[in-house]
């Protein structure tokens, strides 16, 4: 079972790192600026999703849920 838990962590660390790479790839977001939200209801702010950006969150909230995964897999001792 050791190499099964070298493989997780090798897993594990990937992810980490990725996660990291990903997070500092988005744009900030502006709160509490009023005049700039209403500029999102363009054509790019209402296809978002289908954009680069829109890319970025749906792979970092899968990196995020494999990261909490493999943290509490890794952290049940039963390797």
Known sequence: MGALRVTLTVIFILVCIALVILVLMQEGKTAGLGAVSGAA???W???KGRSMEGKLVKITTGLAVAF???AVVL???IF
């Open 41 to 43: 209801e363009t054509y």
């Open 75 to 77: 952290n049940l001792n």
């Open 45 to 47: 702010g209402k296809n």
């Open 68 to 70: 909490l995964l493999l």
